[in-house]
Nanobody, 120 residues
Framework: QVQVVESGGGLVQAGGSLRLSCAAS????????MGWYRQAPGQQRELVAT???????NYADSVKGRFTISGDNAKNTVYLQMNSLKPEDTAVYYC??????????????WGKGTLVTVSS
């Protein structure tokens, strides 16, 4: 079992910044990808940004130029720096860790989410 825990959410005014953190722990063989996803009320969960263990990143078009994902492989930790926040960024942000295991596909593990609220 792998535990995934997010932190750093809160209330911020439009144009402000927040930094989210996520750490994976437990029965880890090798975390090869971690990422951030978000879900607003009444909406489906969507990708925000991902990063691989080699440092390759991917961003949703809606956050390019505003958000930056980074990671620390040794600590199985990932961060999301969010700048120039907009009200439409309001959502519960979830962290995902993909745990790779020998002779298998591995598994995804999800945190319980952290709420980000951006006011006008």
């Amino acid at each position: 079992q792998v535990q995934v825990v997010e932190s750093g959410g809160g209330l911020v005014q439009a144009g402000g910044s927040l930094r989210l953190s996520c750490a994976a722990s437990g029965n880890i063989y090798s975390i090869i990808l971690m990422g951030w996803y978000r879900q607003a009320p009444g909406q489906q969960r969507e990708l925000v940004a991902t990063i691989t263990d080699t440092g390759r990143t991917n961003y949703a078009d809606s956050v390019k130029g505003r958000f930056t994902i980074s990671g620390d492989n040794a600590k199985n930790t990932v961060y999301l720096q969010m700048n120039s926040l907009k009200p439409e960024d309001t959502a519960v942000y979830y962290c995902k860790a993909h745990n790779s295991v020998p002779l298998g596909y591995g598994m995804d593990y999800w945190g319980k989410g952290t709420l980000v609220t951006v006011s006008s």
